[in-house]
Nanobody, 115 residues
Framework: QVQLVESGGGLVQPGGSLRLSCAISGSISHVYTMGWYRQAPGKQRESVAEIISSGRTNYADSVKGRFTISRDNAEKTVYLQMSSLRPEDTAVYYC?????????WGQGTQVTVSS
């Protein structure tokens, strides 16, 4: 059973930076994608960034050039480095792993961008 635990969220001023971490437990030897999603109040959950098994990365247009997704295979951890944060980045951020046709989710971590 794959389990995900996010950390690193918090309150940050506009223009600031945060790094989210997602610790993964369980077997992930056949993971196809690892990614980050977010959900703001009253909005649908949206994809922010993903890293495919080949190593290719994809980003939402709204975060390109500001966010970077990376992974540490040895530590079984996925990161999201967020820079130049904006108030509209405020949301609960969720880690996602897709393996064997199944999605796994973490419990989410709150990111609030406000002065």
């Amino acid at each position: 059973q794959v389990q995900l635990v996010e950390s690193g969220g918090g309150l940050v001023q506009p223009g600031g930076s945060l790094r989210l971490s997602c610790a993964i437990s369980g077997s992930i030897s056949h993971v196809y994608t690892m990614g980050w999603y977010r959900q703001a109040p009253g909005k649908q959950r949206e994809s922010v960034a993903e890293i495919i098994s080949s190593g290719r990365t994809n980003y939402a247009d709204s975060v390109k050039g500001r966010f970077t997704i990376s992974r540490d295979n040895a530590e079984k951890t996925v990161y999201l480095q967020m820079s130049s944060l904006r108030p509209e980045d405020t949301a609960v951020y969720y880690c996602n792993v897709y393996q064997y046709g199944q999605d796994y989710w973490g419990q989410g971590t709150q990111v609030t961008v406000s002065s």
